[in-house]
């Protein structure tokens, strides 16, 4: 496990929200929380982006997902629509989820509820070494199911 500073800043409509941290010592992620000033109401199969009232700005050589929280979806259907989100480092915008409803039920989101987790990870940058052949595999191109999995 190794540390990275991450500079972080809070955006007005965050005052009196604590910052993104870890729950427990095994935790990959940090808990986001709705930096919304009223509740919103979230339809049954709607989407919304909700801020989070904080801007990062990450070292060259790292990104951030953006990922639902296990406990809101088990238990609300709630969920993260473009999951995993990606934050690159070069943005220094608002991070932003974009929240699903995909239960029979409205959902309440209200200020500080934690709405998502962010994980912090590095980045692999490659380049093509374009071929006219790739090499053989015991899998080949089977496709979907292929592996066992669907059967």
Known sequence: MSNV????????????????DYHSVGASGLDLLAAVNMPLELAS?????????????LPTGFEAQVRPRSGLAAAHGVTVLNSP????ADYRGEVQV???NHAKVPFAITRGMR???????????????PV?????????????GSTGLGH
């Open 132 to 144: 006219e052949v790739l090499s053989e595999s015991s899998r080949g191109s089977d496709g979907f």
């Open 45 to 57: 199969g709607a989407w919304v982006c909700v801020p989070t009232g904080i801007a990062i700005a």
């Open 5 to 20: 500073a991450v500079a972080i800043t809070r955006l007005p409509h965050s005052a009196g929200l604590i910052l993104p």
């Open 98 to 100: 974009v929240l699903v």
């Open 115 to 129: 709405i998502a987790q962010i994980v912090i990870a590095p980045v692999t940058r490659i380049h093509w070494q």
């Open 85 to 88: 989100g990606t934050v690159d």
